[in-house]
């Protein structure tokens, strides 16, 4: 698959390194792809780095791997965002421990407003960079939830979670996101009490 990955910084990276590695061809969409910064990644990973336009061009799969206030300038980067399966990463979070979207609107149902016709599924958002790297706890996987509101979409983003090595969990449709983003102020929460961003949630089940 050819995997868009807009923005290279700690997220876009990790998941990258992981989709590259799990056989897929990852494309990073950057505003000033021939800053040398880039160089190191490219070498590890083989991955090109190209302007967004670039890697926008014929991906599969698009990921909005930057700022959630960064969104709208990458949504003018395609006049056609329709049928395009979009995987949103972002978190409108801050100041502190706190929501900016929340309630009766998601991060995840802006951005989909702002990229009219993208099949968009919100994931990646309540774990740590660092697990992208290593997403197995003393053998158990950790749960990566997604929703959204299009089967097909959801079916290829389950595939991506698994090739990173979580265990995916569909919560429903796009508006879901109302309650996943949330999660994502427990992280920093636990993080702060556990002093560590080695953690991840996951379900135990019987
Ligand atoms: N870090 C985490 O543990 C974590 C966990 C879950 C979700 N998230 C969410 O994932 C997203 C990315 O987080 P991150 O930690 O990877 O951030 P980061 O390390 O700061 O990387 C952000 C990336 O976005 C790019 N970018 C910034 N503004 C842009 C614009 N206007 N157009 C195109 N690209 C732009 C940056 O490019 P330049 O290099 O050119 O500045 C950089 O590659 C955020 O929404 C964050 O809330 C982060």
């Known amino acids: 698959m050819r995997i868009a990955v807009v923005g290279s910084g700690r997220i876009g990276a990790g998941l990258g390194r992981a989709w590259v590695r799990a056989g897929h061809a990852v494309v990073f969409g950057v505003r000033h792809p021939d800053d040398p910064k880039y160089a190191p990644l490219m070498a590890e990973t ?3 780095v190209t302007t967004l336009a670039a890697a926008l061009d014929g991906a599969d799969v698009t990921v909005l ?11 003018r980067e395609l006049p056609d965002w329709s049928g395009r399966v979009v995987i949103d990463c972002t978190n409108a979070i801050g100041p502190g421990p706190s929501l900016a979207v929340g309630h009766t609107d998601s991060a995840a149902e802006v951005n989909a407003r702002l990229l009219p016709g993208a099949r968009l599924v919100k994931s990646f958002t309540a774990q740590g960079a660092e697990s992208l790297a290593h997403p197995v706890y003393a053998g158990v996987r950790a749960t990566n939830f997604y929703c959204g509101d299009d ?9 991506l979670i698994e090739d990173v090595g979580f265990e995916p969990l569909d919560l429903g449709g796009l508006s879901a996101a109302r309650v996943l983003e949330p999660m994502t102020l427990v992280w920093l929460l636990a993080s702060r009490a ?3 961003r080695e953690f991840a949630f996951t379900l135990l089940r019987q």
């Open 194 to 196: 556990l002093g560590s």
């Open 65 to 75: 791997a930057t700022p959630f206030s960064a969104v709208p300038d990458v949504a």
């Open 151 to 159: 089967a097909h979409a959801k079916g290829v983003v389950r595939g």
């Open 46 to 48: 083989g991955a090109v």
